[in-house]
């Protein structure tokens, strides 16, 4: 099969393209031929080994694994003398954030990591569903509220941002999602009620109070949310802040009562493709694609991903389209 390979950690140019044996499941696994893989921010954290930090869990010095890629959608191709729950032919998909070296024609998975697949989506849009939402759903999973709650949501185009719209949405909240102009029909087709344009106006200067702030791109700070929050609000980045401040004042500001920093360790990545699975199926979530590259313009796509602009997710397709 074909696999994008590297031996060390750097920037799109320690690919290559390499020829190498299919994977062979072993007993508790299945082989999944993959039609679609997201490349993602979690993939860039992963190749450039950055911040640091991230080399406790992807290897240090040189990584782990030889190709990156944290999500899958593919058919089962072969299936382990132990496994009863899928058949060869099933469309499935899967996550998890630590990488699953998907960028590659096959691979394989613990069966109970294979999700079978809603019928009403394509492979790619499989892929683009997890990631994003993995880390909206823990994010909201850290606050309180209730039906009707004003939240707002900073970067409402990104893979994070749009699913936290949409979750948030579904749970019956109010969001202010901030964005360009031009994607202002987007996010709100996605549920956003209110919409602010960032190229236009400066969205800590507004004057409404929300119970919550998500940073979904990490651009803003505590500091100039506080006046957004609510007396208990709660202030949550996908960043550490521009001097790695969140998670001390995560542990610092709950000591005071009123507002607060938390910042979200994300745990259990499974449930989270169950819970996407399930509010596909009722149609309360559709992942925003943005473009698809076949697997040997894999440089091109993190180089893409990387710049901080794309909308939703960018696919890679091992077997081409
Ligand atoms: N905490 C974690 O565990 C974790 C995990 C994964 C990723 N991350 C981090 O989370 C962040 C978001 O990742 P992602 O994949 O969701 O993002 P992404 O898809 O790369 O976000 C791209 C979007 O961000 C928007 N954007 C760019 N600058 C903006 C600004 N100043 N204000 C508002 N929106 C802006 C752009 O929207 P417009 O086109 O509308 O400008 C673009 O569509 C990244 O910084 C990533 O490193 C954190």
């Known amino acids: 099969m074909k696999a994008a390979i590297r031996s060390h950690y750097g920037g799109p140019e320690v690919f290559s393209i390499q020829e190498v044996d299919i994977p062979q499941p072993k007993p508790n696994e299945v082989q999944v031929k993959i039609y679609a893989a997201t490349v993602n921010r979690t993939d860039c954290g992963a190749l450039w080994g950055k911040p640091w930090i991230i080399r406790l869990f992807t290897g240090f010095p040189n990584p782990k694994r030889k190709s990156t890629g944290t999500d899958f959608a593919g058919e089962v191709s072969r299936v382990g003398s132990q496994v009863n729950e899928l058949e060869v032919g099933d469309r499935v998909f899967g996550f998890r954030d630590n990488g699953l070296g998907s960028h590659a024609q096959y ?30 759903y823990n994010f909201i999973n850290k ?30 909240v109010e969001v202010t999602a901030v964005c360009r102009g031009e994607h202002a029909e987007l996010v709100k087709d996605l549920g956003a009620k209110r919409i602010i344009d960032y190229s236009r106006v400066d969205f800590t200067q507004d004057e409404e109070t929300f119970q919550c ?95 901080g602009q794309k909308v939703g997710n960018v696919i890679l397709q091992p077997f081409g389209d």
């Open 143 to 172: 606050i309180k509220f209730k039906k009707g709650d004003k939240i707002l949501v900073n970067g409402g185009t990104g893979a994070i941002g749009s699913a936290l719209v949409q979750l948030l949405t579904a749970f019956g």
């Open 213 to 307: 702030v998500f940073d979904a791109v990490g651009k803003s700070t505590f500091a100039q949310c506080k006046r957004l929050l609510e007396w208990n609000g709660v202030y949550i980045s996908s960043e550490l802040g521009p001097r790695m401040q969140n998670p001390f004042l995560a542990l610092f500001t709950p000591l005071g009562g009123g507002k607060r920093v938390k910042f979200p360790l994300p745990v259990n990545s499974h449930r989270s493709v169950l819970l996407m699975k399930e509010l596909i199926e009722k149609g309360k979530f559709k992942p925003l694609l943005d473009r698809s590259y076949p697997l040997e313009e894999i440089g091109q796509a993190y180089t893409y991903v990387a710049q």
């Open 107 to 136: 691979i394989c998975v613990p069966s109970k990591m294979a999700v079978p697949m809603p019928d009403n989506i394509t492979y790619a849009q499989g892929a683009a569903s997890p990631e994003g939402a993995h880390y909206a």
